[in-house]
Nanobody, 115 residues
């Protein structure tokens, strides 16, 4: 079973920064849209940002101007740079790889932002 693997979560103070990484091996990575989603306690999973195989990005309104998604096709990796963190960014962050009807999810990494 191919599964993306996230890393880089942890604890940050409000106003701080964290960088999440996602490694996705075993797929033709360059053909997949990569995305980051998050799920806070008691809430549904929501889109944070996506980046297509051609580098087109999309962001949730709540993170625009603060988060940046990027990808490195040579290393089968995707990243989420998170700046100006807020307590409401606290959630489990999931990496997603999507191509056609195929959706691959990582196990998630916890991000906690203290006020």
């Amino acid at each position: 079973q191919v599964q993306p693997v996230e890393s880089g979560g942890g604890l940050a103070q409000a106003g701080g920064s964290l960088r999440l990484s996602c490694a996705a091996s075993g797929i033709i990575y360059s053909t997949y849209t990569m995305g980051w989603y998050r799920q806070a306690p008691g809430k549904e999973r929501e889109l944070v940002a996506t980046i297509t195989s051609r580098g087109r990005t999309n962001y949730a309104d709540s993170v625009k101007g603060r988060f940046t998604i990027s990808r490195d096709n040579a290393n089968n990796a995707a990243y989420l740079e998170m700046n100006s963190l807020k307590p409401e960014d606290t959630a489990v962050y999931y990496c997603n790889a999507h191509a056609g009807i195929r959706y691959l999810w990582g196990q998630g990494t916890q991000v906690t932002v203290s006020s």
